[in-house]
């Protein structure tokens, strides 16, 4: 017998690797595992809000603010393409949405 192998040739596992199929120290809760599930986690969160963060502010962008509309539709009107009760409607509709943002400016800057 050569030191540390059986007689028979059958493969030897430590006790702890035999009893759950070899796979013991891989599936135990180590710290280091834990640290590395950590990081990876903190990898994707950081990824996800860098992604979020550039596809958002081109939505927001995309939308136009009432204060544009109005300009839009005053042009319209003065060329003739609204009625003056058409431009009176739109006008009503629009200048609530424009006090909202008026008001949402003061709040931020």
Known sequence: ?????????SVCLPIEAAADGGMGRFWQSEPEWLV???????????VAWYVIGKIRPKSIQ???RA?????????SHSKGELT?????TI?????????????????TG
Request: a negative charge; glycine letters at 2%; zero cysteines.
């Open 84 to 88: 003056d009760e058409e431009f009176r």
């Open 36 to 46: 590395l599930w950590l990081a990876a986690l903190a990898v994707l969160v950081t």
């Open 1 to 9: 017998m050569i030191a540390g192998y059986p007689r028979d040739n």
């Open 67 to 75: 204060s544009q509309w109005l300009s839009k539709f005053r042009e």
């Open 62 to 64: 995309k939308e136009r």
């Open 91 to 107: 006008k009503t509709t629009l200048s609530a949405r424009l006090q909202d943002e008026l008001n949402d400016n003061d709040e």
